[in-house]
């Protein structure tokens, strides 16, 4: 499995490579950006099930994780700074690098570009070829940072991406990526945010939490677009299942002492990732509400949201949440979203079924 490390804008990057699939020229390729904690080998498990799906997978590694430019002091100091419009840039160029670091590897590897059958239109036809981008949990505020400011990009790069842009995966998302409002403590738990918690058995808790499998009501499962607030969180499981069961058992559980040694980085949970979640919600739902509303630039991209139904009740949460925004503003300026529930999986389906998941991805792209 390929290792490689790129400078950027005077950023490094890592990441893994499956590779192209041998003798293909129309393979989609799909850049994978990791969630907090867990960075860019909690996609191995999928790679070995790329070519025959007509994948090439690329799993980044993003800023402050190993392999790639921690922070910098002045990075930390904007991403906790009183001002929201001090954060936001701070935010807005996380999408700047990760753009370039697209265009990066299409230059560098020479990925086949989209091309469309002669029945294309608006959407609807086959589509060979090109880039889909995807946000795993926390990572998807940086790729809707990258897609909310792509018109900020030099003209030059965004004309340059245009060709490759196909899909983003916004997949199973926390709440907070959409700048929903938080709920109490009570109503939906999250371990990063209870105060009561020490600083330093935060990362061993969110990783238990976040890693279980959890039984939310039929109702909720079944009408999540329909449900008032109030049905909503009156049917979100705040306890898991018992995970005792081979379908249920954590998923941290499912990796060695040694896997989690090379997936996971707990510090990251102090060192920035509580900073990430306490940016000012406004930043992140403006970058929401461009990347899915609006779609001046890349307008072929379309947008997936996939949520896993036996996620923590946070990402049940989100899923609704994004909803009622979709449909309090339909327009026809708007991109292309489809919603995706994938059943009996939780947050970790990448590494507890690989294939299965990656059969789903490549069916959607």
């Given at each position: 499995?390929?290792?490689?490390?790129?400078?950027?804008?005077?950023?490094?990057?890592?990441?893994?490579?499956?590779?192209?699939?041998?003798?293909?020229?129309?393979?989609?390729?799909?850049?994978?950006?990791?969630?907090?904690?867990?960075?860019?080998?909690?996609?191995?498990?999928?790679?070995?099930?790329?070519?025959?799906?007509?994948?090439?997978?690329?799993?980044?590694?993003?800023r402050d994780y190993p392999g790639s430019t921690?922070?910098?002091?002045?990075?930390?100091?904007?991403?906790?700074?009183?001002?929201?419009?001090?954060?936001?840039?701070?935010?807005?160029?996380?999408?700047?690098?990760?753009?370039?670091?697209?265009?990066?590897?299409?230059?560098?590897?020479?990925?086949?570009?989209?091309?469309?059958?002669?029945?294309?239109?608006?959407?609807?036809?086959?589509?060979?070829?090109?880039?889909?981008?995807?946000?795993?949990?926390?990572?998807?505020?940086?790729?809707?940072?990258?897609?909310?400011?792509?018109?900020?990009?030099?003209?030059?790069?965004?004309?340059?991406?245009?060709?490759?842009?196909?899909?983003?995966f916004v997949y199973d998302p926390p709440h907070?990526?959409?700048?929903?409002?938080?709920?109490?403590?009570?109503?939906?738990?999250?371990?990063?945010?209870?105060?009561?918690?020490?600083?330093?058995?935060?990362?061993?808790?969110?990783?238990?939490?976040?890693?279980?499998?959890?039984?939310?009501?039929?109702?909720?499962?079944?009408?999540?677009?329909?449900?008032?607030?109030?049905?909503?969180?009156?049917?979100?499981?705040?306890?898991?299942?018992?995970?005792?069961?081979?379908?249920?058992?954590?998923?941290?559980?499912?990796?060695?002492?040694?896997?989690?040694?090379?997936?996971?980085?707990?510090?990251?949970?102090?060192?920035?990732?509580?900073?990430?979640?306490?940016?000012?919600?406004?930043?992140?739902?403006?970058?929401?509400?461009?990347?899915?509303?609006?779609?001046?630039?890349?307008?072929?991209?379309?947008?997936?949201?996939?949520?896993?139904?036996?996620?923590?009740?946070?990402?049940?949460?989100?899923?609704?949440?994004?909803?009622?925004?979709?449909?309090?503003?339909?327009?026809?300026?708007?991109?292309?979203?489809?919603?995706?529930?994938?059943?009996?999986?939780?947050?970790?389906?990448?590494?507890?079924?690989?294939?299965?998941?990656?059969?789903?991805?490549?069916?959607?792209?």
């Amino acid at each position: 499995m390929p290792h490689a490390l790129l400078t950027v804008a005077g950023v490094q990057f890592s990441y893994e490579d499956s590779g192209a699939p041998v003798g293909s020229t129309s393979y989609v390729t799909l850049v994978l950006a990791h969630g907090a904690v867990f960075h860019a080998p909690i996609f191995r498990r999928m790679f070995q099930y790329a070519a025959e799906n007509n994948m090439r997978l690329v799993a980044v590694t993003l800023r402050d994780y190993p392999g790639s430019t921690p922070f910098t002091a002045a990075e930390h100091a904007a991403l906790r700074s009183p001002d929201s419009t001090v954060q936001a840039s701070m935010i807005r160029d996380r999408g700047f690098e990760l753009a370039e670091f697209l265009a990066w590897f299409i230059r560098t590897e020479n990925i086949p570009p989209m091309s469309f059958s002669s029945s294309y239109d608006d959407g609807c036809g086959d589509v060979a070829g090109g880039m889909a981008i995807l946000g795993w949990s926390w990572g998807n505020c940086m790729t809707l940072s990258m897609l909310a400011h792509a018109g900020s990009l030099p003209t030059e790069l965004q004309d340059f991406l245009n060709p490759y842009m196909r899909t983003l995966f916004v997949y199973d998302p926390p709440h907070f990526v959409f700048g929903a409002p938080n709920p109490t403590l009570e109503e939906l738990y999250v371990p990063q945010r209870d105060p009561r918690v020490p600083a330093n058995a935060v990362s061993e808790l969110f990783t238990n939490w976040v890693s279980r499998y959890y039984l939310h009501s039929d109702t909720v499962l079944g009408n999540l677009p329909a449900l008032s607030r109030a049905e909503l969180f009156s049917g979100i499981a705040q306890d898991a299942a018992d995970s005792l069961s081979p379908d249920t058992q954590l998923s941290i559980q499912r990796m060695s002492a040694a896997e989690i040694d090379v997936v996971a980085d707990f510090s990251v949970m102090q060192r920035s990732h509580i900073a990430m979640m306490d940016v000012d919600l406004s930043v992140y739902h403006g970058n929401a509400w461009r990347a899915l509303l609006e779609k001046t630039t890349w307008p072929r991209l379309r947008v997936v949201h996939v949520w896993c139904d036996r996620s923590p009740g946070e990402i049940v949460y989100a899923a609704w949440f994004a909803h009622k925004m979709m449909m309090e503003s339909v327009s026809a300026e708007g991109r292309r979203v489809v919603f995706e529930q994938m059943e009996r999986a939780n947050h970790f389906p990448h590494w507890d079924q690989p294939e299965v998941t990656v059969r789903m991805l490549a069916k959607l792209t």
